[in-house]
């Protein structure tokens, strides 16, 4: 009897076998399917209202074009909307928080803490990309909007990219359809007649149509060049932050300290604190 006991529990430790994941590599797992999740409601969120946009404008979602500029060679652009009166193209941002930031910032936070590339920015380049794909006399039609869920709050430098007389605009998401009727009522005044009538309109949305990649293998081409390019950025503020600490006691110094240990010969390139300076210098 106990060899068959001890046969069956072989078995069921050969069915499940020990996984070598570690801890860190599971929360990280679980952070990533968490923020997929809410990247889909807010994506779903703003389809929504985009599908109850005038049926005379044009819009599409998920555009990958190929952008020579970028470090991917590609740029991927959420939202494009196509109106007789302007193109929106918007950048969404699925971040809970505190958003700090402004127009002439290259970089933004959340919370204060994390750093996020200045979305403007990020959008000029989407917008630059675009224009290779149209005629010259568009290029002046682009409006730029940066959308973040409600479960941000802004704290921004510039009060214009609120104020719906701006062409870089940020808003929250649930208001993006009031935000573009706005804006386009306010175009309308500005204008007699219509920028785009509706063949230019459509032949605006053929031409993206048309520049967009959906080759499956490019676009986990550019999404893994994205997250290692990612990476190294943290490797390489990892590397910094160490250095930046004395190399026997680990205890962080002042980059004063820093670049005067890096001046000296004595310490052969390494990084010392006062007191184990003072050591090798006597």
């Not at 991927?76 to 193109?87: E, F, K, M």
């Not at 809970?96 to 930031?101: S, V």
């Not at 676009?219 to 190294?232: A, D, F, G, Y």
């Not at 590397?239 to 005067?260: G, L, P, R, Y």
Request: with cysteine; charged share 30%.
């Amino acid at each position: 009897m106990i060899p068959l006991i001890s046969f069956f529990k072989k078995r069921k430790d050969e069915e499940q076998p020990k996984s070598n994941r570690t801890f860190t590599q599971i929360k990280e797992k679980k952070t990533e399917k968490v923020a997929s999740r809410i990247g889909e409601l807010g994506e779903y969120k703003i389809d929504i209202q985009l599908d109850q946009l005038p049926k005379d404008y044009k819009h599409l979602s998920d555009v990958l074009v190929q952008n020579s500029k970028a470090k991917t060679g590609y740029s991927q652009l959420d939202h494009i909307v196509i109106t007789p009166s302007g193109i929106f193209v918007i950048e969404t941002k699925n971040y809970q928080g505190t958003i700090y930031g402004g127009k002439d910032r290259k970089t933004w936070s959340v919370n204060g803490q994390f750093k996020m590339m200045n979305p403007f920015n990020q959008n000029y380049g989407h917008i630059q990309a675009l224009k290779n794909f149209l005629d010259q006399k568009y290029h002046h039609l682009f409006i730029s909007m940066v959308s973040f869920t409600k479960r941000c709050t802004f704290k921004i430098d510039d009060l214009e990219l609120r104020k719906i007389a701006s062409n870089d605009l940020i808003v929250y998401d649930v208001e993006l359809f009031d935000y573009i009727h706005r804006k386009v009522s306010v175009l309308k005044l500005q204008n007699k007649e219509p920028l785009l009538n509706n063949s230019e309109v459509m032949m605006i949305y053929d031409a993206i149509y048309a520049a967009n990649i959906t080759d499956p293998s490019i676009r986990e081409k550019h999404v893994q060049m994205l997250k290692e390019s990612k990476s190294n950025k943290k490797e390489t503020v990892t590397k910094k932050n160490q250095s930046e600490k004395c190399c026997v006691c680990n205890k962080t110094v002042s980059d004063k300290v820093k670049a005067f240990c890096l001046s000296n010969k004595r310490f052969n390139g390494k990084i010392f604190c006062f007191e184990h300076q003072k050591d090798l210098l006597k």
